[in-house]
C-alpha cells in the first residue's frame, strides 16, 4: 500500500512540486491524524517523498531547482515563484542559448539554463532539428550557419524570430534587431540553398569551397559567410528586450524592470504581492509592481472601473481600481510601466484583492531625505519639532504619499528608517525646504536613483 501511494506522488508532474516548506508541515499533521479517517500508507508516502525533496534541495539545490522548473514549466506564476525562490538561493537563471541550451531547463555551470521547450512557438519538431544539427556538426556560428544547417521546414520563420527575441542567439550576435533584419534575407538564402541540395545541384561557393556532395554534413566550412546582410542598425532598447522576452518566455530572464529598485523598495513596501493573503484586511499597502495588463470594465452605473495585472519580483497578482480612483489615474495606468501603488487589501468569496486607490510612475516618485544624528534621535524636543514639520505638510492625506525616510548616522554605522505612512508629504521640495530651515540636513532621492 505504501507503494502505491508513493508512486502517485512521483509522477512527473508531482515529484518535484511537493513543496518542502507547505507539505512538510502537511505530512506530519496527517501522520498525527491518521487514526481519524486518513490513510497512514498516504501519510507515510507523504512524510517519505517529503524527506527525499527535502535532502535534494538541501544537497542539490542546482538539479533539484532545475528540476522543479522543468516539471511546472506550463505554468507561469509557479515557474516566476520558482525563480525567485533561485535568486534567493543565490542561483543565476541563464537565457536560452542556441549553442549550450537543451529540451528543457539545465544545470550548467554553477546556474541553470532555460530550455528550448519554455519557449513560446518553439515546437518539438523545431528543438529535435536544432540539437541534430548541432550534435552532428558542432557550435553554430552565425545566424546564417544556423539557418543553412537546420531544416527550415520545421525550423520557421517564427520559430527563429522567437529565438532571436529570447536572446537565444545573443552569444554569437547581441545585437538583436541587427539579427531580426538580417533573418529575413538569411532565411531565403538558407531556402535557397536547401533546395539546391534537395535536387542535386550546389552552388558557386560550395564547389570553390569544395563543399559540393550529397552528403549534407559536407558542406564548405565558409558558405556561411557569403550570406548577405541587411545594413548596420542599433539594437532594440532595454526595455523593448523586456518586452519581448516577457511575451515569449512568460517573465523576464535577461533582467527585470524592478531589479534595479530593490534595494530601495522595502523601505517603501515591507512586504511584496507573495505574502498580500497574509495581510490584515483593510491594511493600507505600497508595493513597487510592474503592470502587465489593464482589463477596462464599465459598471451598471455606467461608470468606468478596471482589473489590472500587475507583478513584482516574487509573482503576479490582480488589483482592483473603483471607478472615482479610475477617473483619477487613468491617464498613467499604462501597460509595461514601473509603477508605486498605494491601496489596501479585500477578502471576498475567499479570494485576496488589492484595491488600489492611488498610484504614481516609479520615475516620479521622489523620497524626503532627512538626516539625524544619534542625539537627535534620542532627544524628544527634536523628535517633536520633526513630527509637527512633517504633519504641517501631510494635511490632505489623499495627496500626500511621498515618503520620508529617516538616515541616523553614527561613527561606525549608517541605518534608513522609514517613518511611518501617517508623516508622508504632499510636495517633496517645500518639505525639504522647511526641514532644512528648521537645522534638519534634508534632501530628495529619487525612487530610481537618479
Given at each position: 500500500?505504501?507503494?502505491?501511494?508513493?508512486?502517485?506522488?512521483?509522477?512527473?508532474?508531482?515529484?518535484?512540486?511537493?513543496?518542502?516548506?507547505?507539505?512538510?508541515?502537511?505530512?506530519?499533521?496527517?501522520?498525527?491524524?491518521?487514526?481519524?479517517?486518513?490513510?497512514?500508507?498516504?501519510?507515510?508516502?507523504?512524510?517519505?517523498?517529503?524527506?527525499?525533496?527535502?535532502?535534494?534541495?538541501?544537497?542539490?539545490?542546482?538539479?533539484?531547482?532545475?528540476?522543479?522548473?522543468?516539471?511546472?514549466?506550463?505554468?507561469?506564476?509557479?515557474?516566476?515563484?520558482?525563480?525567485?525562490?533561485?535568486?534567493?538561493?543565490?542561483?543565476?537563471?541563464?537565457?536560452?542559448?542556441?549553442?549550450?541550451?537543451?529540451?528543457?531547463?539545465?544545470?550548467?555551470?554553477?546556474?541553470?539554463?532555460?530550455?528550448?521547450?519554455?519557449?513560446?512557438?518553439?515546437?518539438?519538431?523545431?528543438?529535435?532539428?536544432?540539437?541534430?544539427?548541432?550534435?552532428?556538426?558542432?557550435?553554430?556560428?552565425?545566424?546564417?550557419?544556423?539557418?543553412?544547417?537546420?531544416?527550415?521546414?520545421?525550423?520557421?520563420?517564427?520559430?527563429?524570430?522567437?529565438?532571436?527575441?529570447?536572446?537565444?542567439?545573443?552569444?554569437?550576435?547581441?545585437?538583436?534587431?541587427?539579427?531580426?533584419?538580417?533573418?529575413?534575407?538569411?532565411?531565403?538564402?538558407?531556402?535557397?540553398?536547401?533546395?539546391?541540395?534537395?535536387?542535386?545541384?550546389?552552388?558557386?561557393?560550395?564547389?570553390?569551397?569544395?563543399?559540393?556532395?550529397?552528403?549534407?554534413?559536407?558542406?564548405?566550412?565558409?558558405?556561411?559567410?557569403?550570406?548577405?546582410?541587411?545594413?548596420?542598425?542599433?539594437?532594440?532598447?532595454?526595455?523593448?528586450?523586456?518586452?519581448?522576452?516577457?511575451?515569449?518566455?512568460?517573465?523576464?530572464?535577461?533582467?527585470?524592470?524592478?531589479?534595479?529598485?530593490?534595494?530601495?523598495?522595502?523601505?517603501?513596501?515591507?512586504?511584496?504581492?507573495?505574502?498580500?493573503?497574509?495581510?490584515?484586511?483593510?491594511?493600507?499597502?505600497?508595493?513597487?509592481?510592474?503592470?502587465?495588463?489593464?482589463?477596462?470594465?464599465?459598471?451598471?452605473?455606467?461608470?468606468?472601473?478596471?482589473?489590472?495585472?500587475?507583478?513584482?519580483?516574487?509573482?503576479?497578482?490582480?488589483?482592483?481600481?473603483?471607478?472615482?480612483?479610475?477617473?483619477?489615474?487613468?491617464?498613467?495606468?499604462?501597460?509595461?510601466?514601473?509603477?508605486?501603488?498605494?491601496?489596501?487589501?479585500?477578502?471576498?468569496?475567499?479570494?485576496?484583492?488589492?484595491?488600489?486607490?492611488?498610484?504614481?510612475?516609479?520615475?516620479?516618485?521622489?523620497?524626503?531625505?532627512?538626516?539625524?544624528?544619534?542625539?537627535?534621535?534620542?532627544?524628544?524636543?527634536?523628535?517633536?519639532?520633526?513630527?509637527?514639520?512633517l504633519q504641517d505638510h501631510s494635511v490632505d492625506k489623499e495627496k500626500a504619499k511621498m515618503p520620508v525616510i529617516g538616515i541616523i548616522q553614527t561613527e561606525t554605522s549608517r541605518k534608513l528608517v522609514r517613518l511611518g505612512w501617517q508623516f508622508c508629504v504632499q510636495d517633496?521640495?517645500?518639505?525639504?525646504?522647511?526641514?532644512?530651515?528648521?537645522?534638519?540636513?534634508?534632501?530628495?532621492?529619487?525612487?530610481?536613483?537618479?
Amino acid at each position: 500500500m505504501i507503494k502505491i501511494a508513493r508512486r502517485k506522488y512521483l509522477g512527473k508532474q508531482n515529484v518535484y512540486d511537493i513543496g518542502v516548506e507547505r507539505d512538510h508541515n502537511f505530512a506530519i499533521k496527517n501522520g498525527l491524524i491518521a487514526a481519524n479517517c486518513f490513510n497512514k500508507s498516504h501519510s507515510t508516502a507523504y512524510g517519505y517523498v517529503t524527506y527525499q525533496t527535502a535532502y535534494l534541495k538541501a544537497n542539490y539545490p542546482l538539479e533539484y531547482m532545475a528540476a522543479l522548473l522543468t516539471a511546472n514549466s506550463g505554468d507561469t506564476d509557479k515557474v516566476q515563484r520558482y525563480i525567485t525562490n533561485c535568486t534567493n538561493m543565490g542561483i543565476s537563471i541563464d537565457p536560452p542559448d542556441i549553442n549550450r541550451s537543451g529540451v528543457d531547463f539545465t544545470p550548467t555551470a554553477g546556474k541553470i539554463l532555460f530550455g528550448f521547450s519554455a519557449v513560446r512557438n518553439v515546437g518539438q519538431n523545431a528543438i529535435a532539428c536544432i540539437l541534430e544539427a548541432r550534435n552532428e556538426t558542432g557550435e553554430f556560428k552565425s545566424l546564417a550557419d544556423f539557418c543553412d544547417r537546420v531544416d527550415l521546414r520545421a525550423v520557421n520563420r517564427r520559430t527563429l524570430e522567437s529565438l532571436i527575441y529570447c536572446g537565444a542567439f545573443d552569444k554569437i550576435e547581441s545585437n538583436r534587431q541587427q539579427l531580426i533584419n538580417d533573418s529575413e534575407l538569411v532565411y531565403d538564402w538558407a531556402q535557397s540553398r536547401a533546395k539546391d541540395r534537395a535536387s542535386g545541384q550546389g552552388n558557386i561557393f560550395d564547389l570553390l569551397g569544395d563543399g559540393f556532395s550529397s552528403t549534407q554534413n559536407k558542406r564548405a566550412s565558409n558558405a556561411f559567410e557569403t550570406a548577405p546582410k541587411s545594413k548596420p542598425i542599433i539594437d532594440f532598447t532595454p526595455q523593448e528586450k523586456l518586452q519581448k522576452e516577457k511575451e515569449l518566455l512568460g517573465f523576464y530572464v535577461s533582467d527585470h524592470p524592478l531589479k534595479s529598485l530593490r534595494q530601495i523598495a522595502p523601505f517603501l513596501t515591507p512586504i511584496n504581492l507573495s505574502q498580500l493573503g497574509e495581510q490584515r484586511e483593510e491594511t493600507r499597502l505600497c508595493a513597487v509592481v510592474m503592470l502587465n495588463n489593464v482589463k477596462k470594465v464599465v459598471t451598471k452605473k455606467g461608470d468606468q472601473m478596471a482589473i489590472l495585472q500587475i507583478e513584482d519580483l516574487t509573482t503576479q497578482s490582480e488589483a482592483v481600481v473603483f471607478p472615482k480612483t479610475y477617473e483619477r489615474i487613468s491617464s498613467i495606468l499604462q501597460v509595461d510601466t514601473r509603477l508605486i501603488i498605494w491601496g489596501k487589501v479585500d477578502r471576498r468569496d475567499e479570494q485576496t484583492q488589492f484595491i488600489l486607490e492611488d498610484a504614481e510612475p516609479v520615475e516620479t516618485v521622489q523620497m524626503v531625505m532627512v538626516e539625524l544624528n544619534p542625539q537627535q534621535a534620542g532627544n524628544m524636543e527634536d523628535l517633536h519639532r520633526l513630527k509637527t514639520i512633517l504633519q504641517d505638510h501631510s494635511v490632505d492625506k489623499e495627496k500626500a504619499k511621498m515618503p520620508v525616510i529617516g538616515i541616523i548616522q553614527t561613527e561606525t554605522s549608517r541605518k534608513l528608517v522609514r517613518l511611518g505612512w501617517q508623516f508622508c508629504v504632499q510636495d517633496s521640495r517645500i518639505t525639504v525646504q522647511a526641514l532644512q530651515n528648521a537645522s534638519f540636513p534634508a534632501h530628495i532621492k529619487s525612487l530610481t536613483g537618479s
